[in-house]
């Protein structure tokens, strides 16, 4: 029997008329906190990802379901093309750039350049360039740089000091070029597919790829009549339409829409973990490929076959995974379990996107930064990847010229300290980081289970079967206190009106059983005929008992039914989970980066270039922190904005990108000289302050989410 105070009506499978709000969500706050949930604020409780992808799971076949696997063949062709071109394309961008520099600057000209990285100001280098592309003066190249074909390696005469400060100048003002045309289009564009999907948008990104490598081949075509300029219009517009952090966003927000917040973690490593799996294999077959064919030619073709097919792919392959692109029944189904509230929230944060012109998108994704009492855990987060990112990139650029100068490293013992760095990451990504996770999530279940053990050790046989107070110390979940009351108001009316007419709808509440139920009415009213009721008397004292008339499915649906107790212990389970998730997460980015700082310092004390391997191994294990940031940033918004953050996010990863070069270049360039270690130590201090920020983060603000940018 049902009252005004709403005992939850659980069904036994989710369908469209059975869905059911959930009342946890994903960042419920992992402390738990004493005051008794409202009715409003359970209606508010809802973990959107968990309901659509069991909507999903349910309704759709295996081929038109979204699905973060749909994204492994795409990592793996992505991955492993892009490792390939990364072992030829540096060496193949500083052939160019000395080829240029010899053409305008001979060995006999008394007028070559002197700039050097390390005493020249912005503004000199700056000016250089300029004046270096606005003079064209004739010259006869060296023996190993003449003739039509363009060498795909830097020659001998590359290795002089000028001409090495000239071609480091060059990649680093494209570098800083393709940041900043970054920061001004990431955000708009990743803030468009929460409204048009996440497919499109990797599609954009293909389409960027195939105009960075139709400048390549131009370059290596046509480079003495039109190549220096394209450098930076390659560099530009790779930056306008969003570039590699684009794609990593889009990627990470569509596996995010479609995961369970409790599984989004190990998912994320699960995508990093494939995409160093390529870069593990692509750089051998590269250089392999490259130096068989003395070219850089067919490693582009190649290239562009990749791109043609991972955009075939995404257009007639992968389903959409936004819920707004699904079809109508899905689209009705979701609107119904996650409550009005929620769709209303997802409305407005596509409606605030809508009539924005792009420059204004910048502005609009640093306002998520804006401090408002209920985002400081995102804010932490965010400064976490701005640091992390100024350090990794520093470390990039100086790693190379660092090995060089200490221990005389070639590109043989470069490569072999980045392939061990490469496996050591995946195999903490694929191994060590799920085995983490499922001995946690183990040790969780042994714990509650041990509590909830505990209660029942010494209850006695005769326990009174109708208690069901909650002062035992099993957890508390928010439909306890609804359970409570329901039950004590049952049972009062059980024991004070024992012969009453109504004797059989209460007895509706301790089975859902419809055969044992009319079984007790009919032996009840052999026993008193005065209890024995119609069916119509019944349905009509129900009806005005209650607000809403009590049939056949509410019966078999009730909280006392068997299987309604277990579709509420499963989904207690799940938020658990959830709950569990974000306090591993936060203790895995903690240790993710105290690893982090401690193998800087090692870089610096290393005397060794194999204890220095060593300590790269190392420093390789701090992966693990990756997907556990990326999970808990997204955590802290609703699905409808999963796009927009990650693009915020980015944009300060890519103001991090623009200045890691004029920062960590700096110090290693003031320094060089006399500790050329100091540039670790540095990295070694951002990354401590990572460490510091990490346990400022509060886990019961995680029960909150940021509200719109």
Request: charged fraction near 15%; glycine fraction near 8%; aromatic fraction near 10%.
């Amino acid at each position: 029997m049902t009252d005004n105070s709403g005992r939850p009506n659980i069904p036994h499978d989710a369908s469209e008329d059975t869905l059911w709000n959930v009342d946890q969500r994903e960042d419920s706050p992992l402390l738990s906190n004493d005051t008794p949930p409202t009715s409003s604020d359970t209606e508010d409780e809802v973990d959107p990802t968990t309901i659509y992808a069991q909507i999903l799971k349910d309704n759709l076949p295996w081929y038109k379901r979204p699905s973060p696997y749909w994204l492994f063949p795409l990592y793996g062709i992505v991955s492993i093309t892009g490792g390939m071109l990364t072992s030829s394309l540096g060496q193949f961008e500083t052939a160019l750039l000395c080829r240029e520099y010899l053409n305008r600057y001979p060995p006999s000209n008394s007028t070559m350049m002197t700039l050097t990285v390390a005493a020249a100001t912005a503004t000199e280098l700056t000016s250089g360039l300029l004046s270096t592309m606005a003079d064209s003066p004739s010259a006869t190249l060296p023996p190993s740089m003449t003739g039509d074909k363009i060498p795909y390696r830097p020659g001998e005469e590359c290795k002089a000091a000028n001409i090495q400060a000239f071609v480091a100048l060059a990649l680093g003002v494209m570098q800083v070029l393709g940041a900043i045309f970054g920061m001004l289009s990431v955000g708009y564009w990743a803030s468009l597919s929460d409204k048009h999907g996440r497919i499109r948008l990797m599609l954009l990104g293909a389409f960027s790829s195939l105009i960075m490598l139709t400048c390549l081949v131009i370059m290596g075509k046509w480079w003495d009549q039109v190549g220096f300029p394209l450098v930076y219009i390659m560099a530009i517009i790779g930056g306008l339409l969003g570039g590699i952090g684009l794609n990593s966003a889009m990627t990470f927000a569509y596996a995010a829409d479609c995961t369970p917040s409790s599984e989004r973690s190990l998912m994320f490593s699960r995508l990093f973990g494939g995409l160093f799996l390529g870069l593990a294999i692509g750089p051998f077959l590269g250089g392999v490929l490259t130096t068989a064919a003395d070219s850089i030619m067919p490693l582009l073709a190649i290239c562009y076959i990749g791109t043609f097919i991972s955009g075939a792919y995404l257009a007639f392959v992968v389903p959409e995974s936004l819920p707004s692109k699904q079809s109508a029944h899905i689209q009705r189904l979701y609107e119904q379990a996650i409550g009005p509230k929620a769709m209303q929230a997802a409305e407005s944060s596509k409606k605030s996107q809508e009539n924005v012109p792009w420059y204004s998108h910048l502005f609009r994704s640093l306002q998520f930064f804006k401090p408002n009492g209920h985002n400081t855990n995102f804010i932490i987060l965010s400064a976490i990847s701005f640091l992390q990112t100024l350090a990794l990139n520093g470390t990039f650029s100086v790693l190379v010229l660092y090995t060089f100068k200490v221990f005389d490293w070639t590109v043989y013992e470069v490569g072999v300290m980045s392939s061990l760095g490469a496996s050591v990451r995946l195999v903490s990504l694929l191994v060590f980081l799920p085995i983490m996770v499922y001995s946690f999530h183990k040790w969780n279940d042994r714990k509650r289970q041990a509590q909830a053990s505990q209660p029942h050790a010494h209850e006695g046989p005769n326990k009174d079967p109708f208690n069901t107070s909650s002062s035992s110390s099993t957890p508390h979940h928010p439909w306890a206190d609804r359970l409570d009351h329901n039950d004590a108001d049952t049972n009062n009316r059980i024991y004070k009106n024992i012969n009453g007419p109504l004797i059989g709808e209460a007895a509706l509440n301790l089975s859902g059983d419809e055969a044992s139920f009319h079984e007790r009415r009919r032996r009840q009213s052999d026993i008193d005929p005065a209890a024995t009721l119609t069916a119509k008397q019944v349905k009509n004292n129900n009806y005005s008992s209650t607000t809403s008339p009590t049939n056949t499915t509410s019966r078999k649906q009730s909280v006392g039914s068997t299987d309604s107790q277990t579709s509420q212990q499963e989904q207690r389970k799940k938020s658990e989970k959830a709950r569990d998730g974000l306090k591993l997460d936060t203790w895995v980015i903690r240790l993710g980066f105290i690893i982090n700082s401690t193998t800087y310092i090692g870089y610096g004390i290393a005397n060794d270039g194999r204890v220095f391997t060593v300590w790269s191994a190392l420093h390789a294990l701090s992966i693990i922190a990756a997907p556990s940031l990326k999970s808990l940033i997204t955590s802290q918004v609703e699905p409808s904005q999963f796009g927009a953050v990650l693009g915020a996010v980015q944009v300060l990863d890519s103001m991090s990108g623009a200045l890691s070069p004029l920062v960590i270049s700096w110090v290693y360039a003031a320094t060089v000289g006399t500790r050329p270690e100091f540039v670790w130590y540095t990295c070694a201090g951002l990354t401590g302050i990572c460490v510091v920020l990490s346990f400022m983060i509060r886990q019961r603000q995680f029960g909150r989410r940021t509200s719109n940018a």
